[in-house]
Every structure is written in C-alpha cells, then in structure tokens.
C-alpha cells in the first residue's frame, strides 16, 4: 500500500518541524511538501496533490480556511485535518464551513496525530469529525439571505448585492451581520470559503 501523502501547513517553524517529524517517522506516512503561508500551502497544494492536508488556521497572510477552500474545490480527493492551538466553536464552524474533514489540537499527542492523518485518508471518521451537511448550515437562512451568501461567494461587494436585489446597502449589511451568526461564523471570507465548498459539492454530484 502507498505511504500517505502529507502537505503540513503552518506558520511555526519550530511547531512545523516537529509535526513533520513525527510524521516521517511513521510508518506509512510521508510528508510531501511543507508551507508556512497560504500563497506557498495554494502553490505547494496544487503541485504535489496531498493525500491529506495537515492545516493550521491562523496564518499570517491570511487564514488556513483560504487554504482549505482552494484545496476542497481544486482537489476534492485530498482530506483535510485541521490543526489548531485553540479549541472552540468558532474555529470548528469556520473549518467545518470551508470543507474541513477533522479537527484536532496541537496539543494532541503523537500517537493521536497520527491516528487522525490515517483516519483522514482512510475516509474513516476521527475524534472530533465536523463535517457538515449543506442542509444544516442554511436552514436557518431566509430566502434572501441565501441569496447574499451566494453573491458574498461570488466576490460581489455589499452595493453590488442591493443594486442587484433592489435594496439599501445597509439592509444588506444587517443581512450579512445575521447570516454569521446564524452559521457560526465571524468573518465575511468564511462566508466565501463556506459558498466555495458548496459550488465545489455541487459540481461533484
């Protein structure tokens, strides 16, 4: 059976080495490539083809959710982990809206990270699995508000949106303040990489 494949993105060199060690020395396990940013996770990414994306979130030319959007809809085959110094909901509904497959915590152990980069590639569920229905992340969404996300997705700016549904900027701006709350999340890019993952399981089907 071929080793699995690991792209380990994060922008602590030290924290990244070890990671990568502890990975290399598994059996059945390689890491492939190594990235401390989004333009090198993005570029790295589309060169190699990871088996599994080993992905922190906070990044210092962006997020690691940039990175997971790009990776679910340019490679869907590839499984993403995503790796974090902190545990909350928060982080768990913005992976989880950009298509992450894991989530485990930087302060797991050895034997625990290599279960989830198995588990990933496998297919099999692990720990704390966030994958999400595209059904539960919008029912709570008006029919209106569906509309902004997928106009959020596409790029348009908030007068744009009104100029497009016939409504006050303002109006849009209250709409995009409730759709984060309703889905868990806190910035309007986590909007975009939620509606990017959509598209992306929309063209799959």
Not at 39 to 58: H, I, N, T
Not at 102 to 115: D, N, Q, R, V
Not at 137 to 144: G, M, R, Y
Request: with cysteine; aromatic share 2%.
């Amino acid at each position: 059976m071929a080793d699995v494949r690991v792209l380990v993105l994060d922008d602590h060199e030290v924290v990244r080495r070890g990671i990568c060690d502890i990975l290399d020395r598994a059996e059945g396990i390689e890491v492939v490539a190594e990235a401390a940013n989004v333009a090198q996770a993005v570029r790295r990414a589309d060169a190699v083809r990871p088996d599994v994306l080993l992905s922190d979130l906070r990044l210092p030319d962006g997020t690691g959710l940039d990175v997971i959007a790009h990776v679910r809809s340019q490679h869907p085959d590839t499984h993403i982990v995503v790796l974090t110094s902190y545990d909350d909901d928060d982080a768990k509904a913005a992976a989880r809206a950009a298509g992450a497959d894991a989530f485990i915590a930087k302060t797991a152990g050895s034997a625990e990270l290599l279960k989830a980069v198995r588990d990933a590639a496998s297919g099999r569920e692990h720990g704390q699995h966030i994958q999400v229905h595209e059904d539960d992340a919008i029912a709570a969404l008006t029919p209106t508000e569906r509309k902004i996300v997928s106009a959020v997705g596409e790029g348009k700016s908030n007068r744009e949106i009104a100029d497009s549904l016939g409504i006050a900027e303002k109006t849009v701006k209250n709409h995009v303040t409730s759709i984060l709350a309703k889905m868990g999340l806190q910035r309007r890019t986590q909007v975009v990489a939620w509606a990017t993952q959509r598209r992306a399981q929309s063209f799959r089907r």
